[in-house]
Nanobody, 121 residues
Framework: QVQLVESGGGLVQPGGSLRLSCAASGSIFSIVTMAWYQQAPGKQRELVATISSGGSTRYVDSVKGRFTISRDDAENTAYLQMHSLKPEDTAVYYC???????????????WGPGTQVTVSS
């Protein structure tokens, strides 16, 4: 089993910045892909950014140039640096990871419980 725990959410004014962290722990052989999703009130969960094991990144158009995803494989942690935040960025942000299990070597997907980001003046 693998656990993901997000942190770093909170209340920020428009134009401000936040840095989210996602720490993975448990039976980890390797982490294939890590990603951040957002779910705004009344909306479906949507992909924000992904980062592969090789460091390749992809972003949804609405956050390009404002958000940066990164990972620290030594710490099994992913980050989402968010700048120039807008009210429409308000959402619960979820970490998602595809992990190769250390014991079974099966590749499984996991979700964190989410962290709230509120952008408001």
């Amino acid at each position: 089993q693998v656990q993901l725990v997000e942190s770093g959410g909170g209340l920020v004014q428009p134009g401000g910045s936040l840095r989210l962290s996602c720490a993975a722990s448990g039976s980890i052989f390797s982490i294939v892909t890590m990603a951040w999703y957002q779910q705004a009130p009344g909306k479906q969960r949507e992909l924000v950014a992904t980062i592969s094991s090789g460091g390749s990144t992809r972003y949804v158009d609405s956050v390009k140039g404002r958000f940066t995803i990164s990972r620290d494989d030594a710490e099994n942690t992913a980050y989402l640096q968010m700048h120039s935040l807008k009210p429409e960025d308000t959402a619960v942000y979820y970490c998602h990871a595809i992990v190769k299990d250390r014991i079974s070597l099966m590749t499984l997907a996991y979700w964190g419980p989410g962290t709230q980001v509120t952008v408001s003046s």
